[in-house]
């Protein structure tokens, strides 16, 4: 094993047992067709159920709308950037020539979805409990307050709120297509409000970008619509 993956997974606290897992996670989609995305797909749910868990122990408090916001907060990129670059990601990433050229070790958006992806590699190597435990390690040092409930909302937040006002099922967001060179790509992504028959498309140069513009056009359409 190459000696950076091994040093990673002593910052991780966790050895792989099934090492092929590490080698997807740290995969770009530019360098091989065995990549790292649907990892990174698994990862955000385990890392959302985490971070859930952590704010339900450690903002006693605070009603359920406060607390999706300071978890909104936590799992954006710009955090999962900076934990991704405190971990020394960037050093063991795997990236295509054409996305090492135009600066992929260093861009938030590959950065944040690798740690996604490593938390799902945890989560299939050793289950839940390992993967919670890393993440709890992940954010020790970040700081965690109710006064974080009080940023701005982002468009998928202030979604997911006004459906469970109105006790909807939450939104389903899918990667419709993805656009341009893999060291450049655009992703093309619909959310979709099945009780109220409504579908509306964003694009952005991550999947966490695009689902927060097709977030922000959905409630521009429920906002014309005039929907109660």
């Known amino acids: ?91 063991c990433i795997r990236l295509g020539e054409g996305e090492m050229r135009s600066g992929g070790k260093k861009r938030p958006s590959i950065l944040a979805d690798a740690l996604e992806a490593v938390i799902g590699a945890v989560y299939l190597d050793a289950g839940f409990i390992a993967a919670q435990q890393l993440v709890h390690r992940l954010f020790k040092a970040v700081e965690i307050n109710p006064t974080m409930a009080a940023i701005g909302k982002d468009p998928k937040t202030e979604l997911q709120e006004w459906l469970q006002g109105r006790k909807m099922k939450l939104p389903q967001y899918r990667v419709v297509s993805t656009l341009g060179a893999a060291h450049q790509q655009s992703f093309d992504v619909e959310c979709e409000i099945v009780e109220l028959g409504l579908c509306e498309r964003g694009i952005g140069g991550s999947r966490r970008a695009a689902e927060q513009a097709a977030a922000g056009a959905m409630l521009q359409t429920l906002k014309n619509r005039g929907t109660p």
Request: avoid cysteine.
């Open 1 to 91: 094993m190459d000696p950076l993956w091994q040093s990673l997974q002593q910052r991780l606290q966790h050895v792989f047992s099934d090492a092929d897992l590490l080698s997807r996670a740290l995969t770009h989609r530019s360098f091989s067709a065995d990549h790292n995305e649907r990892l990174e797909f698994l990862g955000d749910s385990v890392l959302n159920l985490a971070v859930s868990d952590l704010l339900y122990q450690r903002l006693r408090q605070l009603p359920e709308g406060d607390l999706s916001r300071v978890r909104a907060n936590l799992v954006k990129q710009d955090t999962l950037h900076k934990l991704a670059v405190d971990l020394g990601l960037p050093a």
